[in-house]
């Protein structure tokens, strides 16, 4: 019902910023939740952000907390991170995520609270 594909990843110095975007069809973008999560080889998937419905509240991961910022744009059925501050361990392929929720101020942290999962872009921080 829902497919997502990011863009934006790429190859970024330390320190350096990028913004992922992550385009939905569809017309029922405002009905979900969106997230975004990382993983590295041999890791497991990441939480690393989400906003509501609304977008009137979000969320983040410790290890990603004041250094980047989640937010979308129902009009035009797109979810932002914008990344700053960019650590060699930011490496990793993010993932957009939608899940579909009555509540306009429900989100989750865990993967498994999501339905619908782009196919993931690559960002790689290195010198």
């Known amino acids: 019902q829902l497919q997502l594909v990011e863009s934006g990843g790429g190859l970024v110095q330390p320190g350096g910023s990028l913004r992922l975007s992550c385009a939905a069809s569809?017309?029922?973008?405002?009905?979900?939740?969106m997230g975004w999560f990382r993983q590295a080889p041999g890791k497991e998937r990441e939480f690393v952000a989400v906003i509501t419905r609304s977008g009137d509240s979000t969320y983040y991961g410790d290890s990603v907390k004041g250094r980047f910022t989640i937010s979308r744009d129902n009009a035009k059925n797109t979810v932002y991170l914008q990344m700053s501050s960019l650590k060699p361990e930011d490496t990793a392929v993010y993932y957009c995520?939608?899940?579909?929720?009555?509540?306009?101020?429900?989100?989750?942290?865990?993967?498994?609270?999501?339905?619908?999962w782009g196919q993931g872009t690559q960002v790689t921080v290195s010198s």
């Open positions: 995520a939608a899940d579909y929720t009555t509540s306009t101020t429900w989100y989750g942290t865990r993967t498994s609270s999501y339905e619908y």
């Open positions: 569809g017309r029922t973008f405002s009905s979900y939740a």
